[in-house]
């Protein structure tokens, strides 16, 4: 599915105005977690990239850490909470299985946004932005709160090698408005799923029936920690990331050297190195944060987005391409330029 130009309706422009970031308070690095696994820095570090990441402490929540990101984004784009119309929370770890958005909004006291919850896990910051940018798009909303936040230490089987090195928890925002079309920053999108290989990386449900009257039961169950097959998900994501990149890329007729900075899904860094080779975009444009944070999962592209924003390397007016990619399977790709709080 393409985006760049809608099929009908009103279009207006998306402006990406501010960002805000938060994370967990434990810092875990490599050589602590072979207390726990058979591993070590160095396995870590050369096959991801990945020298710490940074777990929810005991006071600390997915609704926490998400509201956190969405305040400090609030308070760069100068808006007050009131003037918000939704609050779009891309999570695959609520704190509630209904849905973590509405306690979000209630803590950010945005008592006039609409707030729900949408996953697709990695992959999932990006389908909210584009998902928020239709409202904005449409005129049926002017400001909206998009965040990404995933708190995955509490799904990780913490004895598993294979997988328990990857991740961590965090959260990025970032606040939309509706904007003329000719400042639209939101240049153009790509999204794709494959359910048919969903089993490569998942959370699965144990299922069970239990009596429930005369002749009737229910299912129950539990859901197990995340299963992981990586080299599959690891040829996953060098052979569609740069598939959906190029084609963003011809969608919107935009070469790799009119980009400013490559902001992939974090997940590992030699997945970033081959994407950036084969669109020989140098590494000093790759944006990458993994080596503190790990996988954040819907967090990593929003957050990686603040810190950039902050300390100065993205200005306004620059284009970023930005793709996501991960369970369901799922991946998508954007073409963002950055506008900033004005
Ligand atoms: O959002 C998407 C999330 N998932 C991903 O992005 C995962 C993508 N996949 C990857 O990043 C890589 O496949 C991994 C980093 C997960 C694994 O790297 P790999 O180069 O594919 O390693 P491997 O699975 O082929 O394992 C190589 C060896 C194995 O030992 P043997 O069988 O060759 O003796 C593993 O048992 O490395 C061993 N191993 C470890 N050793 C030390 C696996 N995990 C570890 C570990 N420490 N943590």
Known sequence: MAGSAPLSGPSGGVALVASGSARGEQQISNDQLGQRVDTNDEWIRTRTGIQARRICGPDQ???GLAADAGREA?????????SLDLVLLATSTPDDLFGSAPKVQALLGARNAVAFDLTAACSGFLFALITASQFLRTGAMRRVLVIGADQLSSWVDWDDRRSCVLFGDG??????EAC??????LLGFQMRSDGSRGECLNVPQSRDRRPLVDGSSHQGGHYEPIQMIGQEVYK???REVPAILKALLQDTATSADQLDWLLLHQANQRILDAVA???????SQVLTNLANYGNTSAATIPLMLDEAVRDGRIQPGHRIASSGFGAGLSWGAALLRWQGPS
């Not at 003329?180 to 920053?185: I, L, V």
């Open 61 to 63: 929540s997915l609704s």
């Open 74 to 82: 609030l308070s760069m784009a100068g808006w007050d909470a009131d």
């Open 171 to 176: 959260a990025g925002a970032l606040a939309l």
């Open 180 to 185: 003329p079309a000719d400042q639209d920053g």
């Open 236 to 238: 996953f994501a060098v």
């Open 277 to 283: 080779d084969r669109f020989a975009i140098p590494h």
